[in-house]
């Protein structure tokens, strides 16, 4: 017993080189046929019904078998780290090139291999010689901006529907991480900074992937908000700040989408690693919420074996990027000794198998021949296009210069790369796309993670001269003054600047390559200057004054270059508004410095989310009288829009708000009015108002639609730590109907009696 305490302390506290010495379990998958006709093969029987059938005919090994996950690709940078030298890794013969990650299935009971894939703009292909090119969607900031929900679950359909024909059931997408830190790498496979639109719009997209019978999986749980030192540092955050914010936004994805998985994340929370943290795997996730599906760890985010195992954690995925197979012989040596129960390894596999039979995983098996010619590329571009035009955001247009004038004789497009694509952001997201690199990566990430930068060729020159009869010049920027002198006498100059971010760092809120002084050159040669942006979020605009129009295009997708020329010259009204706010300067921001050193990768900081708890983004800005450079919400568009008839009910226990919209412009476009509630001062909430619900509707010149939102009774109440309820105080509420969330248009009010609901909301 001794030796064993020994060995299994070190395995799942410290990562200790006994842990490689433990071969891992089930590494071949049974050879013996699965029974055709089984209890649990019964698709009349609701998922838990089939799960417990299923789950008592398993041997320990078996399910053993299901909570240990691999990486799916060859690497020779694995075999070099010095922590587990001689691992000598290769992927399982079984797995998909180039894939994320492998779990063996069971043959003899018909439980299907996991082949599992990055991420939440496609089907991602790890580096190596043979990626697999795909249709690739907007970043998710892009598919955020939209506010439309039929898009993002199309969206995720046709992703879904992708990785179902390359061969794969898992897909590790649905990242709902809200915008704490405006210069997180990762900010672009986000929803943005407020829970409702954020879990809202990620659950759609999770519930568009799983109707291809695949697991998607929500990430990165929990408060996952910047890369610097994103393995070691600490998100503290009081529960009832959580509740009423990050946590949310994951309790409304769930809720929508309801994800096979849950992928929890690299930092800490509150001192604790997420991956075992019994606050938010047991605590929050499974007992208040009640969710049914896994629990898996990010790669390299499992950090023991008893305590991740007691606190929750159901599966170790990406072995070997962990310093250990915990959930391999460490697992099975401490459920053989009492140290986890043999019941705790039941709820891991039945959690899984839970997912396999709810997402229809079990019933539809991957086709055994994978080929491309399956996939429709023309039908799935046009998806794609669709999200990348409604995400665009018109943020300022003076003196009408777009669309872009009929008569207009000489447009200068500079910069960019407009000539070549459109760009992607980088990281384990990163999607290959059809038609491969359009501008060859020379920088030191070509070879190094998170590159290759990434260019999809869809260029925005080409597709804007195919739409205008005026002489198109191309100029690529790099030399300032001859960009300038090539802008003089124009009747047009558009100017594209870009940022690229990726995952695994955090960046300054500025354009790349000089861009800034690029377009201040450019708007001093000429005032009738667009800027279009390609960026993973917000940016300074130091030069904002001095050009006419701004195009926000964030990571566009693979048919992002048709998308922005249709717009620019209105072939489509813009109709994206911004999900998060653009800051006018660093002094604005909760942590005008950011938490930890990137020097430093082995530093443990803490980061005190408690500075503004709930109150992220719009509502930092409303508490502390900020006045942003452009405001949650905020989009322009090329028709007007009038909201009249504005009224409340508080019949039974829900707030309804309606209203009538009317296109009072000449031109057919989009809107999303936008529905903000304030609460009397006695309900003490974290900000002067929260966004409470949205509509995005589509109308003809003069027509008219009448609109219904009703708002979620948690946006109304404040979340109570000690009695795990949500409370309504009594009071008047101010409902506001606005453009934006600095840009108010009416104004009702809302008397409501005083309401208690659970843990949930019900």
């Not at 199309?154 to 990242?175: D, T, Y």
């Not at 690229?500 to 500025?510: H, V």
């Amino acid at each position: 017993m001794r030796r064993f305490k020994l060995s299994l302390m070190a395995t799942a506290a410290f990562g200790l080189a006994t842990a490689f010495t433990v071969p891992a379990l089930a590494q071949q998958p049974a050879t013996a046929q699965a029974p055709k006709e089984t209890p649990w093969t019964n698709r009349s029987l609701d998922a838990h019904t089939r799960t417990e059938l299923l789950l008592k005919e398993m041997t320990q090994a078996e399910k053993l078998t299901l909570v240990f996950s691999h990486f799916a690709s060859d690497g020779e940078w694995l075999n070099k780290r010095g922590d587990i030298a001689g691992l000598n890794w290769t992927q399982p013969k079984e797995s998909r090139h180039q894939s994320a990650g492998f779990t063996y299935g069971v043959e003899r009971l018909g439980i299907p291999h996991q082949w599992i894939t990055d991420a939440g703009v496609g089907v991602a292909s790890q580096r190596g010689p043979n990626p697999r090119l795909r249709t690739v969607l907007p970043s998710g900031m892009a598919t955020a901006a939209t506010w439309d929900r039929k898009l993002a679950f199309a969206g995720g359909a046709m992703i879904g529907k992708e990785a179902r024909l390359s061969g794969f059931n898992v897909q590790l997408a649905g990242g709902v991480n809200l915008m704490r830190e405006p210069r997180n790498g990762r900010n672009f496979e986000y929803g943005g900074e407020d829970p409702l639109l954020a879990g809202i719009m990620v659950g759609e997209q999770i519930r568009g992937i799983q109707s291809n019978h695949i697991v998607s999986t929500v990430k990165h749980y929990a408060t996952n908000p910047q890369e610097t030192n994103r393995f070691t540092i600490s998100s503290n955050l009081s529960d009832q700040a959580a509740r009423q914010s990050d946590l949310l936004a994951f309790e409304f994805a769930i809720e929508v989408g309801n994800p096979g998985s849950v992928m929890c994340a690299y930092n800490r929370y509150n001192g604790v690693y997420a991956c075992e943290n019994p606050y938010l795997l047991d605590e929050v996730l499974k007992t208040d919420w009640g969710y049914k599906g896994y629990v898996m760890s990010d790669w390299g985010a499992t950090h023991s074996t008893i305590p991740a195992a007691n606190a929750g954690l159901d599966q170790q995925s990406g072995y070997p990027f962990d310093k250990g197979n915990y959930f391999a012989g460490p697992l099975k040596e401490a459920v053989d000794n009492g140290y986890v129960k043999p019941e705790r390894l039941d709820d891991m596999a039945r959690r899984i198998l839970w997912a396999l039979f709810s997402t229809g995983v079990m019933d539809n098996p991957i086709a055994t021949e994978i080929s491309d010619a399956n996939i429709d590329f023309a039908a799935h571009a046009a998806v794609t296009q669709a999200d990348a035009e409604g995400g665009i955001v018109l943020l300022k247009n003076e003196r009408n210069l777009l669309p872009v004038a009929a008569t207009a004789k000489k447009i200068v497009v500079i910069g960019g790369n407009a000539d070549k694509g459109v760009l992607s952001g980088g990281g384990s997201s990163q999607v290959y796309g059809v038609g491969g690199n359009a501008v060859p990566d020379t920088s030191k990430y070509a070879n190094e993670f998170p590159g290759p930068i990434t260019w999809y060729p869809d260029a925005p020159l080409t597709a804007l001269k195919a739409r205008t009869k005026a002489d198109v010049v191309f100029h690529d920027g790099k030399d300032v003054k001859a960009a300038a002198k090539a802008a003089r006498g124009a009747d047009l100059v558009i100017v594209f600047g870009s940022q690229w971010t990726g995952e695994s760092f955090d960046a300054e809120l500025k354009l790349d390559h000089d861009g800034d002084a690029l377009i201040a050159a450019v708007a001093k040669a000429n005032k009738k200057t667009v800027v279009v942006l390609q960026t993973g979020g917000p940016v300074f605009m130091p030069w904002l004054k001095d050009v006419g129009a701004v195009v926000e295009a964030w990571y566009p997708g693979s048919k992002g270059g048709t998308a922005i020329a249709r717009v620019l010259t209105g072939e489509v009204s813009p109709s994206g508004r911004l999900p998060v706010t653009f800051p006018a300067a660093l002094s604005q921001l909760p942590r005008p410095k950011l938490d930890g050193d990137m020097t430093k990768p082995d530093l443990r900081p803490d980061a005190n989310y408690d500075i503004e708890g709930a109150a992220i983004g719009y509502k930092w800005f409303d508490k502390k009288g900020l006045k942003p450079l452009f405001a949650f919400g905020h989009g322009l568009s090329y028709s007007s829009f009038g909201y009249t008839d504005l009224k409340t009910s508080t019949a039974g226990d829900k707030l309804s708000v309606s209203f009538t919209v009317t296109n009072t412009g000449k031109t057919a476009a989009s809107d999303i009015p936008q529905v903000y509630v304030s609460a009397p001062a006695s309900a003490n909430w974290e900000a002067p108002k929260r966004l409470g619900g949205w509509d995005k509707v589509t109308l003809q010149p003069g027509e008219s639609k009448g609109v219904t939102v009703t708002v979620d009774p948690r946006l109304l109440a404040t979340f109570d730590t000690v009695s795990k309820t949500w409370n309504v105080a009594a009071g008047d509420y101010e409902v506001i109907l606005a453009r934006s969330a600095a840009d108010p248009v009416t104004k009702a009010t809302a008397t409501l009696s005083p309401r208690k609901y659970d843990v949930r909301g019900k």
